[in-house]
């Protein structure tokens, strides 16, 4: 894990502020993953239901999976109850994992050494005992009930089958 999460330094002058100028930046030059995690973070660049809605269909429809994966956050448990996103996968802890399988699926590196498991494993806490364990075989191992798996496999079929399809 050390290894994986070595190669900054104080003298990078890298602090959170630093890094929301940078995703702020990206965002306004057309990046949609920057656009996605400003609003997971709860700071959208516009502030409106019709601008939150028509962000998520862009996600969907680009199929791009950084952008998926950012927008994770934002459709899980957070958006429950909220009227813009009614008919979205969205509102619940399988809404954001199915998100995140979905990214996986589109092309996202999932392996057991890759960026989203290790955000688990440093940032959570949640880590797989099986160090060679990837994502998706992770959240279907430990991560979700079984009988929640086959409610996420539905919704990641959703997400990933249809571009024209509700988010």
Known sequence: MAQRCAGFAPTDGLSLRVVAQQRQAAAR????????????LGEPLHVSPGYKRALVQRVLASRDPEAYLALAPAMGARASGDDSLQGCVAGDQFAELARQVAACRLGLDCSADSTLVTSYCANAGICSRDSAQDFVS??????????????????????????????
Not at 29 to 40: I, K, V
Not at 147 to 160: F, N, S
């Open 29 to 40: 030059a057309g990046s949609l993953a920057a656009e996605a995690a400003m609003l997971a």
């Open 138 to 167: 992770f959240v279907f191992d430990a991560a979700v009930p079984r009988q929640g798996a086959d409610k996420v496999d539905e919704l990641v079929d959703t997400l990933v089958s249809d571009p024209g399809a509700q988010s």
